[in-house]
């Protein structure tokens, strides 16, 4: 499985920016895929979530109104549009990957894409 992320760069707040993460390798339907964050001296951090069918997502408090994730299953990709944006959301951002296969769940990672808010 390979993900790969784009769309990260530097923005003032009140900006939006939109990430793709591009998935490849997946062969099992049933995954989840989504965004994480860490900023420096921060633990990794939960962004959004969504399942395959786009039926169930899950978004962190402090985006909620803000973000929106969304997937194309047609191109393999997963999307993080991010409105409003803070100083405070300054970050790499990680695309993730979980699928289960025999019952047994998977994470993987893409290499992070940094996004600089300013204020």
């Known amino acids: 499985v390979q993900l790969v992320e784009s769309g990260g760069g530097l923005v003032q707040a009140g900006g939006s920016l939109r990430l793709s993460c591009a998935a490849s390798g997946i062969t099992s339907s049933r995954n989840t895929m989504g965004w994480y964050r860490q900023a420096p001296g921060k633990q990794r951090e939960l962004v959004a979530t969504?399942?395959?069918?786009?039926?169930?997502?899950i978004l962190a408090d402090s985006v909620k109104g803000r973000f929106t994730i969304s997937r194309d299953n047609a191109k393999n990709t997963v999307y993080l549009q991010m409105n409003s944006l803070k100083p405070e959301d300054t970050a790499v951002y990680f695309c993730?990957?979980?699928?289960?296969?025999?019952?047994?769940?998977?994470?993987?990672w893409g290499q992070g894409t940094q996004v600089t808010v300013s204020s």
């Open positions: 993730n990957a979980q699928i289960r296969l025999f019952g047994v769940y998977t994470d993987y």
């Open positions: 969504v399942t395959r069918d786009g039926g169930n997502t």
